[in-house]
Every structure is written in structure tokens, then in C-alpha cells.
């Protein structure tokens, strides 16, 4: 310090504890921190304005009115907590993780407001632009001088805090660079690979905080300083003497500070501030309309690139599919990379674990539905016939309207080639769609039964309910008895939107028409569109796991506890598709001895089947069909389970995992219906 | 020669100078599986659509080998893409991605 500073702080020393050690405010080195925060600043400032204008209007007046809704306010409030500055989602599913995320995201956020405070406090004309309101909070150790001997409780306080935020951060800076080389030890099997800009921006956000203590050590003698910045300012003079030349590592933070923003625009970390505004459009409920224009566009930069979805994905059993995961295909679609944009979103078996699993709620699965909705919806396709299917009770039969005689009749037994030559349909009416079954008590039933294709596959599914609702005496009709229509999921996970809107259309009309007041679907496939796309006004919508839990409560169907263990797979779109968790365990755990395996719940694994998939073939379908079963005989310990039977509620999955399970494979109906009196 | 009587209907002649064999690779690179086919039939037997109207994955495949690409188009309007197939191939073959694949190419001829 020059004789001139000494001066200066002495004349104004005396009215506060806090100095300004330099008079101009200024120093060269604060050059590169402002360079990079306003390239940013500029940068968010357009991209903002780009992705309001992008969005259509009736979404952002919905976005507006969620911003004064005290509700959804109050859900973004706790969202931005949570999600961004704590991450409770990661800390629930692995707390080392979660503690690392968060010491650096909170951690962080509390120094830089703290800095802040610091400042409005103790040198409060210092907010304004012209005196250095962009840097000064940042590098104020360096700006200041406190009289060691008139340190306030208030000062040390603020001394206290700073240290203690910036050991926090350093602490999961340290696990951050220790998972770089051991992952699996913070709970990761897999990590991304970063790409340049990541690199860039990881490399010298790990140096940003190891630099801030370095700085602010080499000049706590003169700013003050805590716990952890003055004892390591001894050791400095300790190794170095008196005199420290403390502007080398002020430059070198500044110049940390300056890469990182710079490069954040391009990099994963752009997700700490593009996360709040993707979580406020998360909870004004838009939707991306297209896959990356609007809300889409801050959904993807919103993607942490964590990798935690690397994890969760199925396809990865097989290493080779790593680059179709959505951390992956959310990079592509920031870089426009249209070809691999497309292999990638063909791919995905649409589970929906990713986006169950994501910290930030990134619904991946939607951006690759929507993808896939710009190239497939504009296939051909002819569903002109739909218009002759009857209601039911009506004279007009399908049958006779179809094209062709030989057609009647196809649908009514299971080919042979399943192994199974059960004809299911011997009594009915061949003329009719819909067949009426069970104690019929009036003209209209109160259950419409739609089995769906896949169940049809399946036909002992559909035995077992009928016996079921025999049993329960339940008045019901089936709908399809000898095939029906599609539901128009398929198509709808194909990005075929238009064509999906036809059949459900179609079905719309004659379920409408039946007059029924519950319908009860034994596929989750059908269950989730009739239950979110279809607008069934009156009609309550229910997978067979639901209806049936409802006859059990009601007790209409008795059950006796065998001694036989299962274990319980949750199909994805029954489960994390639907919701559906409660239900089928209630009743399994009445009659049997149910076992938790490795992974339920929302962290189910795909059987390997869905329909999702585009290109998946039968070879790395197999594969993860493998790795499903080993999971779903496991415990969560690792040890193995040995169940009697595997236990399911999707004619897919039972198909799929009958062919790869070394224990007998059930749908939920079959052994209720085994245990039932 | 004796002449039993018997000669080749014209209608199902094929004319292989219509055998497109580039079009035919290009669906081929698509859907590499489409090859397995031995035209059991099975997919057939299960379809929901092939019910209300003339809709075959194995016509569709039988009408491409013969160069019929309009009347493998014809073939695949009306299917509802349930995917039962799929999943009674024989030959693991993917149906659903074989019946997009020649709605992309032959659709757009």
C-alpha cells in the first residue's frame, strides 16, 4: 500500500469499520469478470426475449396469469428452492450427489448475495452502476479495508458466513473433481461426456472457488477476514514474508470468473439460470408444441447435462446405446444436428424414467414425441373404414360392412403361432362389435370392458377378468370381444398425431354411445390416452388393477392368502405413465407375499417391449429384457429374491417377460383370480 | 411340347424390369430386418386393421419383392400401428419401423 491509501482511508477511517482501500473503485484486473458477465448478460437478455416471442400468446398470458396465481406462485417459489438451489430431488435418490449440487448451487448463490448484503451495508453507495455495482460485491475483499481493530459482531458475522459458504462450495467442488475419476462412489454408474464448451466452463468453474480463497487469503490481512481465510493468510506470510503480492491470483479469479460466463451460453451450466425460467413454465403448464422452438428451447437448455439419465435409461445395459439417451439427444438438439437428432429420438422406448429422474424435470420423452410428430405425421394413411364400425345394440354390423367376406371371423381365435388355440369368442354374436358378458340386469351396462390389442394377444388376461367380473357379478360389456380398434397410443408415440385423432375418434363414438359409466381397460397403453386424450365426459376410466382393488374393497370378490411370494414389475405407463402404484400392491399383498425388487415404483425398468421404440430391434430388446428380469429377481441389496411368479398389469410385459424369466410370469387379474373364492 | 393346358395368368406375372432395386435398398438400409421375412403370415393373422380392410405387412412385403411399391402403400393405409406384429414375428422382425419405412419411402414416390 502505497503512503497516498493510507491517507486517503485515513481521512474518511473513523465514521465506519468498512474502507474503500482503493479510491478510483477500480482496478484492471476486474476487466475480464466484466468482459465474460456482460457477454452473458447479453446473451440471456436475447435469448429471453427470442423464447417469449417464439412461444404463441395464449400460452404466455397463461404464463402471466401462473406468475400472479398464488397457488402456482407459491409452487414456483418452492421449485426454485428446491429444484434449483437445494436439489431435494437428487438428495433423495443419492445424497452424496444431492450434496454436491447443492453446496455449489446454494453455496454460491448464499456468496453472492451475502456479497451483497455486505456490501448495501457497509458501503452502501457502491450498489450504484457507476461506482462498480457489476464487480464490486464479487471481488469487495479486494476494495476494502477494516480496521482489525474496530471489527463489529455485525462485521465478523458477515466475516463468519462468507468463509463458512466459501468452505461449503469447496467441499463439493472436491467431490465434483473426485467424480470425475470415481463416479460410482457418488452413486453414477455412467457420466456424460462434456463436450469443449463444458470442459471449458467445468475446468474453470473447479478453479473459480480454490482462486476466491486463494485471493481473498492473500488479502485478509487488510479486508479481514474468517476462520478459514485469515489462518491461511498466516501461512502465506509464513511462506512468503511480509509482503504479499496479492494481484496475481485477484487476476487470475477475475479471469476464472470472465471464462466461465463467457462460456456458459455454450455449455451445460447455462441450466442454472435457463432452469428457472423452464420451471416456471413447467408450472404454468405449457407444453412444447415443437421440439425446439418456444418452451422447448428452455426445456433443453434447462438440461444440466447431469447424466443421471444415463443411468435410468434401459437401453444402456448395452454400452453401445449410451449416445441414445436423452442427455444426448437434448445436446443434439441444441447443436441442430438434424440426422442424429432423428436416429436418436426413433430410438427411445418412451418409459419415461429419464424424466421421472430428472432433477429439473425435463420431459425428454415429449421433445422426442414431438421430434418424431415434425417427419412422421405426414405419412400416408387411410382410416376411411372407421366410419362403418356399429355401436352397440345397433342393427348395423361391422362385419358385414368390411370389405371383404373373408375378413369375418379373423378375429375371433388367437393365431396359432402364439402357442395358444383358445377361441375366446365361440358364443358371440359373430355380427356384432361388442358382446355382451356377465349378469346382464338392463338394457345399459354399467362397465364397458375394452381389452385392447395386446390383450388380445394375451388372451388369458382376458379370461381371467371375465371370470373376475363373473365372480363379482359385475353387469358389464366387452367392447372388442373380437377385436376392436387400436386405442391410438401406438400412433400418438409415433408422432403420427393426425392419424391417432381418427381412432380416437372412433372409439370416442362408440364408447359414448354404449351408455356405460365406467370403463375398464386391461392394457396401460390404452388406459393412459383414454384416460388423458379421450375427454370421456361422465365416464369414469380404470385399469382392471384399479376396478378390481374397487370389487375387493367392496367385497364383492374374497380372497384367500396363498404362501407364495411374487414380485411386483410396474408397468411404465401404468406406473409412471399413469400413477398407478397403490392399487395392484393393496390387493397382491393380500394374497401373497409381495417382494420389493432392486428397482419399483418410479424407478421400474422397461420389460423391454414398449411400443415407444421405433428402431429397436429384437436383439437389443432382448438385451434389456435380460437385464429387466435380473433386476426384477433381485433386492435392493443385491441378494437374490426367488419368486414364485412375477407379477405384472400389461399384456406387453407379460409377453415380453414370459419369453426371458426363469419364474412363471402373471397378469394381475390371473392370480387374483387364483386366489379368489 | 405337350400342352397341358395350363399358362401364366397375366395378373400375376412380375415384370422385373419394374423391380426398383435402388428404392428397394433404400428401405433396405432403413429396416436391414425386412430381409428375414419368409411370409408366414403371422403378422397378418393378428392385425387389428385386416379386419375392417385389406391391410397386410406380409402382402405389403410379398407386393415390394415383386415390385409393386404403390400396392405395398395400398396395403399398409389402414394400419393402426399397434404393434401386434411385432410382437408374433417369428423373425423378430420390426414391423412397425418396416411398415414406416415404407410409408416414407413408397408414400412419397
Same mark, same amino acid.
Given at each position: 500500500?502505497?503512503?497516498?491509501?493510507?491517507?486517503?482511508?485515513?481521512?474518511?477511517?473513523?465514521?465506519?469499520?468498512?474502507?474503500?482501500?482503493?479510491?478510483?473503485?477500480?482496478?484492471?484486473?476486474?476487466?475480464?469478470?466484466?468482459?465474460?458477465?456482460?457477454?452473458?448478460?447479453?446473451?440471456?437478455?436475447?435469448?429471453?426475449?427470442?423464447?417469449?416471442?417464439?412461444?404463441?400468446?395464449?400460452?404466455?398470458?397463461?404464463?402471466?396469469?401462473?406468475?400472479?396465481?398464488?397457488?402456482?406462485?407459491?409452487?414456483?417459489?418452492?421449485?426454485?428452492?428446491?429444484?434449483?438451489?437445494?436439489?431435494?430431488?437428487?438428495?433423495?435418490?443419492?445424497?452424496?450427489?444431492?450434496?454436491?449440487?447443492?453446496?455449489?448451487?446454494?453455496?454460491?448463490?448464499?456468496?453472492?448475495?451475502?456479497?451483497?448484503?455486505?456490501?448495501?451495508?457497509?458501503?452502501?453507495?457502491?450498489?450504484?452502476?457507476?461506482?462498480?455495482?457489476?464487480?464490486?460485491?464479487?471481488?469487495?475483499?479486494?476494495?476494502?479495508?477494516?480496521?482489525?481493530?474496530?471489527?463489529?459482531?455485525?462485521?465478523?458475522?458477515?466475516?463468519?458466513?462468507?468463509?463458512?459458504?466459501?468452505?461449503?462450495?469447496?467441499?463439493?467442488?472436491?467431490?465434483?473433481?473426485?467424480?470425475?475419476?470415481?463416479?460410482?462412489?457418488?452413486?453414477?454408474?455412467?457420466?456424460?461426456?462434456?463436450?469443449?464448451?463444458?470442459?471449458?466452463?467445468?475446468?474453470?468453474?473447479?478453479?473459480?472457488?480454490?482462486?476466491?480463497?486463494?485471493?481473498?487469503?492473500?488479502?485478509?490481512?487488510?479486508?479481514?477476514?474468517?476462520?478459514?481465510?485469515?489462518?491461511?493468510?498466516?501461512?502465506?506470510?509464513?511462506?512468503?514474508?511480509?509482503?504479499?503480492?496479492?494481484?496475481?491470483?485477484?487476476?487470475?479469479?477475475?479471469?476464472?470468473?470472465?471464462?466461465?460466463?463467457?462460456?456458459?451460453?455454450?455449455?451445460?451450466?447455462?441450466?442454472?439460470?435457463?432452469?428457472?425460467?423452464?420451471?416456471?413454465?413447467?408450472?404454468?403448464?405449457?407444453?412444447?408444441?415443437?421440439?425446439?422452438?418456444?418452451?422447448?428451447?428452455?426445456?433443453?437448455?434447462?438440461?444440466?447435462?447431469?447424466?443421471?439419465?444415463?443411468?435410468?435409461?434401459?437401453?444402456?445395459?448395452?454400452?453401445?446405446?449410451?449416445?441414445?439417451?436423452?442427455?444426448?439427444?437434448?445436446?443434439?438438439?441444441?447443436?441442430?444436428?438434424?440426422?442424429?437428432?432423428?436416429?436418436?429420438?426413433?430410438?427411445?422406448?418412451?418409459?419415461?424414467?429419464?424424466?421421472?429422474?430428472?432433477?429439473?424435470?425435463? *420431459? !425428454?420423452? #415429449?421433445?422426442?414425441? @414431438?421430434?418424431? &410428430?415434425?417427419?412422421?405425421? /405426414?405419412?400416408?394413411? =387411410?382410416?376411411?373404414? $372407421?366410419?362403418?364400425?356399429?355401436?352397440?345394440?345397433?342393427?348395423?354390423?361391422?362385419?358385414?360392412?368390411?370389405?371383404?367376406?373373408?375378413?369375418?371371423?379373423?378375429?375371433?381365435?388367437?393365431?396359432?403361432?402364439?402357442?395358444?388355440?383358445?377361441?375366446?369368442?365361440?358364443?358371440?354374436?359373430?355380427?356384432?362389435?361388442?358382446?355382451?358378458?356377465?349378469?346382464?340386469?338392463?338394457?345399459?351396462?354399467?362397465?364397458?370392458?375394452?381389452?385392447?390389442?395386446?390383450?388380445?394377444?394375451?388372451?388369458?388376461?382376458?379370461?381371467?377378468?371375465?371370470?373376475?367380473?363373473?365372480?363379482?357379478?359385475?353387469?358389464?360389456?366387452?367392447?372388442?370381444?373380437?377385436?376392436?380398434?387400436?386405442?391410438?397410443?401406438?400412433?400418438?408415440?409415433?408422432?403420427?398425431? *393426425? !392419424?391417432? #385423432?381418427?381412432?380416437? @375418434?372412433?372409439? &370416442?363414438?362408440?364408447?359414448? /354411445?354404449?351408455?356405460? =359409466?365406467?370403463?375398464? $381397460?386391461?392394457?396401460?397403453?390404452?388406459?393412459?390416452?383414454?384416460?388423458?386424450?379421450?375427454?370421456?365426459?361422465?365416464?369414469?376410466?380404470?385399469?382392471?388393477?384399479?376396478?378390481?382393488?374397487?370389487?375387493?374393497?367392496?367385497?364383492?370378490?374374497?380372497?384367500?392368502?396363498?404362501?407364495?411370494?411374487?414380485?411386483?414389475?410396474?408397468?411404465?405407463?401404468?406406473?409412471?405413465?399413469?400413477?398407478?402404484?397403490?392399487?395392484?400392491?393393496?390387493?397382491?399383498?393380500?394374497?401373497?407375499?409381495?417382494?420389493?425388487?432392486?428397482?419399483?415404483?418410479?424407478?421400474?425398468?422397461?420389460?423391454?417391449?414398449?411400443?415407444?421404440?421405433?428402431?429397436?430391434?429384437?436383439?437389443?430388446?432382448?438385451?434389456?429384457?435380460?437385464?429387466?428380469?435380473?433386476?426384477?429377481?433381485?433386492?435392493?441389496?443385491?441378494?437374490?429374491?426367488?419368486?414364485?411368479?412375477?407379477?405384472?398389469?400389461?399384456?406387453?410385459?407379460?409377453?415380453?417377460?414370459?419369453?426371458?424369466?426363469?419364474?412363471?410370469?402373471?397378469?394381475?387379474?390371473?392370480?387374483?383370480?387364483?386366489?379368489?373364492? | 411340347?405337350?400342352?397341358?393346358?395350363?399358362?401364366?395368368?397375366?395378373?400375376?406375372?412380375?415384370?422385373?424390369?419394374?423391380?426398383?432395386?435402388?428404392?428397394?435398398?433404400?428401405?433396405?438400409?432403413?429396416?436391414?430386418?425386412?430381409?428375414?421375412?419368409?411370409?408366414?403370415?403371422?403378422?397378418?393373422?393378428?392385425?387389428?386393421?385386416?379386419?375392417?380392410?385389406?391391410?397386410?405387412?406380409?402382402?405389403?412385403?410379398?407386393?415390394?419383392?415383386?415390385?409393386?411399391?404403390?400396392?405395398?402403400?395400398?396395403?399398409?393405409?389402414?394400419?393402426?400401428?399397434?404393434?401386434?406384429?411385432?410382437?408374433?414375428?417369428?423373425?423378430?422382425?420390426?414391423?412397425?419401423?418396416?411398415?414406416?419405412?415404407?410409408?416414407?419411402?413408397?408414400?412419397?414416390?
Amino acid at each position: 500500500m502505497t503512503k497516498l491509501h493510507v491517507a486517503v482511508f485515513l481521512q474518511t477511517a473513523g465514521a465506519s469499520e468498512v474502507i474503500d482501500r482503493v479510491p478510483a473503485s477500480f482496478s484492471p484486473f476486474v476487466l475480464p469478470f466484466v468482459i465474460g458477465i456482460s457477454f452473458f448478460l447479453c446473451w440471456i437478455t436475447v435469448g429471453l426475449i427470442r423464447v417469449l416471442y417464439a412461444i404463441p400468446a395464449s400460452d404466455r398470458r397463461k404464463l402471466a396469469i401462473s406468475l400472479v396465481n398464488p397457488k402456482i406462485a407459491w409452487k414456483n417459489i418452492r421449485d426454485l428452492f428446491c429444484d434449483c438451489l437445494f436439489h431435494v430431488k437428487i438428495w433423495q435418490r443419492k445424497p452424496l450427489l444431492g450434496y454436491m449440487h447443492s453446496s455449489i448451487a446454494f453455496g454460491w448463490f448464499m456468496l453472492i448475495v451475502l456479497g451483497h448484503i455486505e456490501v448495501a451495508l457497509f458501503v452502501p453507495w457502491h450498489l450504484s452502476f457507476s461506482k462498480g455495482s457489476l464487480y464490486y460485491p464479487i471481488f469487495y475483499r479486494y476494495f476494502i479495508w477494516t480496521d482489525p481493530a474496530h471489527v463489529t459482531l455485525r462485521g465478523s458475522f458477515f466475516f463468519f458466513l462468507m468463509d463458512f459458504f466459501l468452505l461449503y462450495v469447496l467441499t463439493g467442488i472436491a467431490l465434483a473433481v473426485f467424480k470425475r475419476f470415481r463416479s460410482i462412489v457418488l452413486g453414477m454408474r455412467h457420466t456424460t461426456k462434456p463436450s469443449l464448451a463444458d470442459r471449458l466452463a467445468l475446468y474453470s468453474l473447479w478453479l473459480i472457488f480454490p482462486l476466491r480463497l486463494l485471493a481473498e487469503s492473500f488479502t485478509a490481512d487488510l479486508s479481514g477476514g474468517s476462520f478459514l481465510t485469515v489462518p491461511v493468510n498466516h501461512l502465506w506470510h509464513l511462506l512468503f514474508g511480509e509482503k504479499l503480492y496479492f494481484m496475481p491470483v485477484w487476476w487470475a479469479y477475475s479471469i476464472c470468473l470472465g471464462v466461465f460466463f463467457a462460456a456458459m451460453p455454450f455449455s451445460r451450466y447455462m441450466h442454472i439460470l435457463t432452469e428457472v425460467l423452464w420451471i416456471l413454465f413447467r408450472n404454468a403448464g405449457l407444453q412444447p408444441s415443437h421440439p425446439r422452438k418456444g418452451v422447448a428451447e428452455a426445456e433443453i437448455y434447462a438440461c444440466s447435462s447431469c447424466g443421471l439419465c444415463l443411468d435410468a435409461c434401459p437401453m444402456n445395459v448395452q454400452k453401445k446405446n449410451l449416445k441414445y439417451s436423452s442427455v444426448y439427444f437434448i445436446r443434439r438438439l441444441r447443436r441442430h444436428n438434424e440426422r442424429k437428432i432423428n436416429l436418436i429420438a426413433d430410438k427411445c422406448l418412451m418409459c419415461d424414467k429419464c424424466h421421472v429422474l430428472c432433477p429439473v424435470g425435463v *420431459d !425428454a420423452p #415429449a421433445l422426442r414425441r @414431438a421430434q418424431r &410428430k415434425t417427419v412422421k405425421n /405426414a405419412l400416408t394413411y =387411410d382410416y376411411s373404414y $372407421l366410419s362403418a364400425l356399429s355401436a352397440p345394440g345397433s342393427s348395423v354390423s361391422s362385419a358385414e360392412n368390411a370389405p371383404e367376406t373373408e375378413t369375418s371371423g379373423r378375429g375371433c381365435s388367437v393365431p396359432s403361432a402364439l402357442g395358444s388355440s383358445v377361441s375366446f369368442a365361440e358364443n358371440a354374436p359373430e355380427t356384432e362389435i361388442f358382446g355382451r358378458g356377465g349378469a346382464v340386469s338392463s338394457d345399459v351396462p354399467r362397465v364397458l370392458y375394452f381389452a385392447g390389442c395386446m390383450t388380445h394377444l394375451t388372451p388369458r388376461i382376458l379370461r381371467s377378468v371375465e371370470e373376475l367380473f363373473r365372480k363379482a357379478g359385475v353387469d358389464w360389456q366387452f367392447m372388442d370381444r373380437e377385436g376392436g380398434i387400436c386405442c391410438g397410443r401406438p400412433l400418438m408415440l409415433a408422432g403420427r398425431t *393426425d !392419424a391417432a #385423432a381418427e381412432l380416437v @375418434a372412433a372409439n &370416442k363414438r362408440m364408447i359414448e /354411445a354404449s351408455g356405460c =359409466d365406467t370403463l375398464v $381397460l386391461s392394457c396401460p397403453i390404452c388406459y393412459k390416452i383414454f384416460k388423458e386424450d379421450y375427454a370421456l365426459s361422465g365416464i369414469r376410466v380404470l385399469h382392471h388393477t384399479q376396478f378390481i382393488k374397487e370389487l375387493v374393497d367392496a367385497g364383492r370378490l374374497v380372497l384367500s392368502k396363498g404362501t407364495d411370494s411374487v414380485v411386483y414389475h410396474d408397468p411404465c405407463e401404468l406406473g409412471r405413465g399413469c400413477g398407478v402404484y397403490a392399487e395392484p400392491r393393496a390387493v397382491l399383498s393380500q394374497i401373497a407375499d409381495l417382494k420389493k425388487p432392486s428397482q419399483d415404483g418410479d424407478e421400474s425398468v422397461c420389460c423391454g417391449g414398449s411400443l415407444g421404440s421405433l428402431t429397436l430391434n429384437a436383439n437389443d430388446r432382448e438385451w434389456i429384457t435380460s437385464g429387466s428380469v435380473k433386476i426384477l429377481l433381485k433386492a435392493s441389496d443385491g441378494s437374490p429374491l426367488h419368486p414364485d411368479a412375477l407379477v405384472t398389469a400389461c399384456p406387453l410385459c407379460l409377453k415380453t417377460f414370459n419369453e426371458a424369466a426363469p419364474v412363471p410370469v402373471k397378469d394381475f387379474a390371473e392370480i387374483v383370480l387364483e386366489h379368489s373364492a | 411340347m405337350v400342352d397341358f393346358g395350363f399358362s401364366l395368368s397375366p395378373s400375376s406375372r412380375i415384370d422385373l424390369d419394374e423391380f426398383d432395386r435402388k428404392t428397394f435398398d433404400r428401405l433396405l438400409a432403413l429396416e436391414p430386418d425386412a430381409k428375414k421375412c419368409m411370409e408366414c403370415g403371422s403378422c397378418s393373422a393378428v392385425c387389428t386393421a385386416s379386419r375392417y380392410t385389406e391391410t397386410s405387412v406380409r402382402r405389403a412385403l410379398h407386393a415390394l419383392r415383386n415390385g409393386c411399391g404403390a400396392q405395398a402403400v395400398e396395403e399398409l393405409k389402414g394400419c393402426q400401428f399397434c404393434g401386434k406384429c411385432t410382437m408374433v414375428c417369428p423373425r423378430g422382425i420390426n414391423t412397425r419401423h418396416l411398415i414406416l419405412s415404407i410409408l416414407k419411402i413408397y408414400g412419397a414416390l
